[in-house]
């Protein structure tokens, strides 16, 4: 019986366990460089969140009414895609709320 996937090769093993010690060995290096706080990626990610729910989000949530307002307006509107609208204009205006709700629920 002929498995799915062939058997690795012996040398391809040791370059996976090679590259595997090196970047552990790597990894220790760029965590002592960080000096133990977490600042510049709590700022990137708080400008990254910033951006995706502002203005620019905001435009788009218009931009994908209007377009359903038009396949309303030709007939051509299905309540999947009216849904679909819907569901995604909650779900990335109303993410920090769920995220709220489901941290209360387990205790954070």
Do not use: D, N, Y
């Not at 062939?6 to 391809?12: D, V």
């Not at 977490?38 to 729910?53: G, K, R």
């Not at 203005?55 to 038009?70: H, K, M, Q, Y």
């Not at 205006?93 to 941290?103: D, E, H, K, L, M």
């Amino acid at each position: 019986m002929t498995s799915m996937f062939p058997a690795p090769r012996s040398g391809a093993i040791t370059r996976f366990a090679l590259a595997g010690l090196t970047l552990a060995l790597l990894m220790g290096e760029a965590f002592a460089q960080s000096s133990g706080t977490l600042a510049p990626v709590q700022s990137t990610l708080t400008t990254l969140v910033t951006a995706l729910t502002g203005p620019i989000a905001t435009s788009l949530a218009i931009l994908a009414v209007i377009a359903c307002g038009f396949l309303a307006w030709s007939g051509r509107l299905t309540w999947g895609i009216a849904g679909s609208v819907i569901f995604g204009i909650v779900l990335v205006f109303g993410s920090a709320q769920i995220v709220q709700f489901f941290q209360s629920a387990v205790g954070k």
